[in-house]
């Protein structure tokens, strides 16, 4: 089967090669999430969900990480409305994907970058890879995964990520369900073609039939739930000050000055 290649992308290299599609985050040095690659996988997703040839989809990033999560620039006033909008529309695309989605994660998964990762269906993860959810660093909080992470590692480990910004390695996110398997960084490739061999054995109506039914549950509680983590974000950390100063000290390259409000 020959791969194709959607045109005109500058974030992401996107491929086909039946059944699968592959996503590669390419955005140097550590493939932060700006508003344009957000567009971008909005567009690649919706491309890939068109598609009969396709039943899975593995996201991985170029160089040396996964990606170390969403521009913090986007998170000013100005355009934080616009940032979680667009970040969110991707999230709901993955959930909602009648494909098998696979994260392959290496290096940093930070932030939105590990929030991408945790809403696939499977996620395979290097030994030494950087998990966390740092925002809170930033006076701010990550959303999907305060929706999500608890349904995956639990209330206390989801608590203790999100309001510690505490990094992990691939390891231990492996151990506490924040992924499937972690492997050596060199076996992640073969990983990934095994699960995609063991996919095409099987009828791609099925596994999109079969997804619905594992998810309706959760996506009727998640969707509803991720709504109001953003109206929070937006009516309540927002109007903070502590928020707008955790925002400016990381693009000033200071340490924060906390006021409590």
Known sequence: MPTHAIPALTRMKVSFEAPAAQISLDHAPLNVIDIAMMEELAQALAEIESRPDV???????????????VDVGAHTPDKVGEMLQK????????????KVTIA????????GGAELAMVCDIVYTAEDAQWGFPEIKLGCYPPVAATGLAALVGQRQASELILTGRTISG??????????????GDQLESAVAGCIDRLKQLSPAALAVTKKAIYAWDSMHFDKGLAKAEKVYL?????????HEGIRAFLQ?????????
């Open 55 to 69: 039943s899975a989809v593995v996201i991985s990033g170029a160089g040396k990480g996964f990606s170390a999560g």
């Open 87 to 98: 970040f969110h529309a991707v999230i709901r695309a993955l959930v909602g994907s009648r």
């Open 104 to 111: 392959a994660v290496h290096g940093h998964c930070l932030g």
């Open 171 to 184: 390891t231990e996110a492996a151990s506490i369900g924040l992924a499937n398997q972690a492997l050596a």
């Open 235 to 243: 009516d309540e950390l927002m109007q903070t000050a502590d928020a």
């Open 253 to 261: 390259k200071r340490t924060p000055t906390w006021k409590g409000n």
